[in-house]
């Protein structure tokens, strides 16, 4: 039994060295027409949503781990397909309009930030303050606040 754990412990540690060996494709392509919103929108997307949605992730020290690394640069690759602020003035504006309704409807249900990720950074947790200013920028709808809309529910 020991010699099991110790073969199995030592088939761990080699396994896991080897594995930080495979390359992840962890870049930050040039931001070409970052989106312009409202400073109060632009600073809640800048600290919630940009590392997984623009090109100006923040990668973390942990980013640098496998495997921790290949789930990291997967929620990037992927977010960044879906959704990627750095590219948003490029869209065709129905295109826009499209992302608005997700975004809003996204951290309506908080589905966003992704729940690993406030797991790591706390701070990107959006209180109801902050989804009311999302609110307001991706419906346009002005008086509709959050706490009147659950009392109508
Ligand atoms: C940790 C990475 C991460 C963070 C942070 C993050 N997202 Fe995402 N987001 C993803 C991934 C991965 C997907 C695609 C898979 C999915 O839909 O769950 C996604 C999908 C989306 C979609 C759906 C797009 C589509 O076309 O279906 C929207 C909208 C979105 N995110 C908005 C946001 C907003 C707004 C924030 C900030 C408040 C945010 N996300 C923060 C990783 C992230």
Known sequence: MGRILKYGFLFFVIAFIGIQFIEVDKTNPEVTADIQAPPEV???LRSSCYDCHSNETRWPFYSS???ISW???DDVNEGREKLNFSNW???YSEKQDELKRKIWKEINEDEMPMSTYIY???DAKLGLPQKDIIKKWATGN???NLDFQKRLK
């Open 142 to 144: 002005d008086f509709f």
């Open 120 to 122: 790591m950074h706390p």
């Open 71 to 73: 789930f990291i640069a």
């Open 42 to 44: 632009k600073r809640i």
């Open 89 to 91: 003035e490029k869209l």
């Open 65 to 67: 781990i496998a495997p």
